[in-house]
């Protein structure tokens, strides 16, 4: 079965500055996806950004990018210039290529962001 | 603006109580999810509907009964709950049912609001 490990329960950051947010993962499969999503207090779960594990080209979505290390099973999320807006739960998710319907989690980190 | 909508939004039952909560979406996905998350906890699965028919129930107890009246809607009927089930409950749905080979396109959930429940 997959695991994801977040060792990180909470962050802070300085707005305008950068975090990373760390996330690890353990899996046998070769293709998979890996997600970022952000839960606010609003409470929605937000897609923040998505890498597919054939891809050696790190995503990125404005400010928001991944380092995506596939041997060591790393997915690490870099937020830069960081908003008061970012701060939120942040939970890292794999899921399966071949059509399983599970999404696994981490434990999530809460980042808070500092004016 | 979330494209899966949850009502209600707030729920306070006591446990002889009958509720249900309601999920939609019109985005034409074939496959809708219920999670369950406690504070400072990620989202549990308990539920998947894949075209309209039950296709996984995380060993949920049979006082939650899901529900899929049609492609666009999710319902999770509720009867004589504990004080523990209390939690955000999520509904979420995405493209893809089981045997499709998921697409970098169709592979993320898309979430709703949610529906905090409190038991009493």
């Known amino acids: 079965a997959q695991t994801v490990t977040q060792s990180q329960p909470e962050m802070s950051v300085q707005e305008a500055e950068t975090v990373t947010l760390s996330c690890t993962y353990d899996?046998?499969?070769?293709?998979?996806?890996l997600f970022w999503y952000k839960q606010p207090p609003s409470r929605q779960m937000i897609l923040v950004i998505r890498?597919?594990?054939?891809?050696?080209q790190n995503a990125t979505e404005n400010r928001f990018s991944v380092n995506f290390q596939k041997a060591a099973k790393s997915f690490s999320l870099k937020i830069s210039d960081s908003q008061l807006g970012d701060a939120a739960m942040y939970f890292c998710a794999y899921r399966s290529q071949g059509g399983s319907e599970k999404l696994v989690f981490g434990k999530g980190t809460k980042l808070t962001v500092n004016p | 603006d979330t494209e899966v909508t949850q009502t209600p939004k707030h729920l306070v039952m006591g446990m002889t109580n009958k509720k249900s909560l309601k999920c939609e979406q019109h985005m034409g996905h074939r496959a809708m999810y219920w999670y369950k998350q406690k504070a400072k906890k990620p989202p549990e699965l308990m539920f998947v509907?894949?075209?309209?028919?039950?296709?996984i129930n995380e060993s949920v107890p049979s006082r939650f009964s899901p529900e899929c009246p049609n492609s666009s809607l999710l319902n999770l009927h509720l009867h004589a709950l504990q004080p523990e089930d209390s939690a955000l409950y999520l509904c979420?749905?995405?493209?893809?049912?089981?045997?499709?080979?998921?697409?970098?396109?169709?592979?993320?959930?898309?979430f709703g609001n949610g529906t905090r429940l409190t038991v009493t």
């Open positions: 890498q597919e594990a054939y891809k050696q």
């Open positions: 509907y894949s075209y309209e028919k039950l296709s």
């Open positions: 899996t046998s499969e070769s293709d998979y996806y």
């Open positions: 979420a749905s995405s493209q893809e049912g089981p045997g499709d080979v998921i697409s970098p396109y169709n592979s993320p959930l898309h």
